[in-house]
């Protein structure tokens, strides 16, 4: 993976930032039509930056010792998460060779799947529930490697399912699997599902929305992650306006 991380820097983050432009808006025929949504939605270049930030620096800038499997959660509602998450999706599965499983932890508000064109098939809920291996829960999303396991059945009963140890052994059949697994989890200030989550992952990217995310809010929601072991990996400042020009921000 180190090798990739340094084709990435030799081709500069605008180059690659208009490689993914080009994925992302390059018309796909009726057979590839799910990641159409995701395209359609008007992906603003700010945010791909700061998921190709994040795809450098968490994922191969660390090169065999990088974090395989990942929480990605807002502070709030809002926030962006979802989107972020798939990002970070897309762009690593084409700039690595990588196999990479999209995994919907939010029960409350599930969004990977229509950001992909798709349903919310049998999923999460249904791999803590019934017998089976885990590829029986997944469905493929694009055709670059990308794998999707949806939230599955709305369910009263998520926050007990996240305690036992079934997730576990789940995760781990994931971690076997795929090269890469990123987890979308509800928001931090409202729920503990992302911080369970985060125990038995390598880690979290915390998302924040620009003139939203309150700084005590954030600060909290940091010292809770600490005091449960879960470390802070990265985080995407979402949905900021630049008081000076980008050229000179991103020099800065």
């Known amino acids: 993976m180190s090798k990739n991380f340094e ?32 395209t359609a939605s008007g992906l603003d270049a700010l945010a791909r930056e700061e998921s190709l930030k994040i795809v450098q620096r968490v994922f191969l800038q660390q090169g065999v010792n990088s974090p395989r ?78 794998w999707l396991l949806s939230c599955g059945s709305l369910t009263s ?19 076997k699997e795929f090269d890469y697994v990123l987890i979308d989890a509800p928001p931090l200030n409202l729920y503990a599902d992302g911080t369970a989550l985060g125990q038995l992952t390598d880690g979290l990217v915390l998302v924040l929305e620009a003139n939203a995310t309150r700084r005590e809010t954030a600060r909290r929601v940091k010292d809770v992650l600490a005091s449960n072991g879960v470390p802070i990996l990265g985080a995407v400042f979402n949905k900021r306006t630049f008081p000076i020009p980008e050229s000179l921000y991103r020099k800065l």
């Open 7 to 38: 084709l990435m820097q030799r081709m500069g983050a605008e180059k690659v930032s208009a490689a993914a432009a080009e994925i992302f808006g390059s018309p796909r025929s009726a057979t590839t039509a799910p990641v159409t949504s995701i």
């Open 69 to 146: 499997v990942v929480i990605f959660a807002g502070v709030d509602p809002g926030n962006g998460c979802s989107r972020i998450c798939a990002k970070t999706a897309v762009l690593l599965a084409a700039n690595t060779s990588a196999k990479v499983c999209l995994v919907d932890a939010n029960l409350r508000t599930p969004g990977l799947p229509e950001l992909f064109g798709s349903s919310n098939h049998f999923g999460l809920t249904e791999s803590l529930t019934q017998e089976g291996p885990i590829g029986k829960f997944l469905m493929p999303i694009e055709k670059d490697g990308i």
């Open 157 to 175: 009963e998520f926050p007990n399912l996240l305690k036992a140890d079934r997730l576990r052994s789940r995760i781990q059949e994931l971690r």
